[in-house]
């Protein structure tokens, strides 16, 4: 994977991890407020588990150079949560309605906002700053 290709896949994990931070973005969206975005709950997972290859966890983002052992410190929790969610309700079928007001959706979002909040603080880049800035400002 070349420099380019790194950086084009970790704005999309920065992008996804916004997404599953904000249950305001998550309601909007869900709506179907956004063009070209993630618009519904399955999407959004897999938009994380298998467009990033993040079902074994952050492995080979680390050997990549993708993440580093900060951010998969912070973001580790999440991501096993979010995995015995999704599992949890595989088999259910619930609506993006349901499942944006289940308890156990909006503690995990909470999480991930906590993650979210730790994360800004040690972003690499100047870029990446900006980067998450705009995004916040263009979607809250």
């Given at each position: 994977?070349?420099?380019?290709?790194?950086?084009?896949l970790?704005k999309?994990?920065?992008e996804?991890?916004?997404?599953?931070s904000?249950?305001?973005?998550q309601?909007q969206?869900?709506?179907?407020?956004?063009?070209?975005?993630?618009?519904?709950?399955?999407?959004?997972?897999?938009?994380?588990?298998?467009?990033?290859?993040?079902d074994?966890?952050?492995l080979?983002?680390?050997?990549?150079?993708?993440?580093?052992d900060?951010e998969?410190?912070?973001?580790?929790?999440?991501?096993?949560?979010?995995?015995?969610y999704?599992?949890k309700?595989e088999?259910?079928?619930p609506?993006?309605?349901?499942i944006i007001?289940?308890?156990?959706?909006?503690e995990l979002?909470?999480?991930?906002k906590?993650?979210?909040?730790?994360f800004?603080?040690?972003?690499?880049?100047?870029?990446?700053k900006?980067?998450?800035?705009?995004?916040?400002?263009?979607?809250?």
């Amino acid at each position: 994977m070349d420099d380019k290709q790194k950086v084009a896949l970790r704005k999309r994990w920065i992008e996804t991890l916004f997404q599953f931070s904000h249950i305001e973005y998550q309601k909007q969206s869900w709506a179907g407020q956004y063009e070209n975005h993630v618009n519904d709950y399955t999407e959004m997972v897999c938009s994380y588990f298998d467009d990033l290859n993040l079902d074994d966890g952050y492995l080979k983002f680390m050997e990549d150079g993708l993440t580093s052992d900060v951010e998969v410190n912070i973001w580790s929790s999440f991501h096993s949560n979010l995995n015995a969610y999704t599992s949890k309700i595989e088999n259910m079928k619930p609506s993006d309605q349901e499942i944006i007001k289940d308890s156990q959706w909006i503690e995990l979002t909470n999480l991930a906002k906590l993650s979210w909040d730790e994360f800004k603080k040690n972003l690499r880049s100047d870029a990446e700053k900006q980067m998450v800035s705009d995004i916040e400002k263009q979607y809250l």
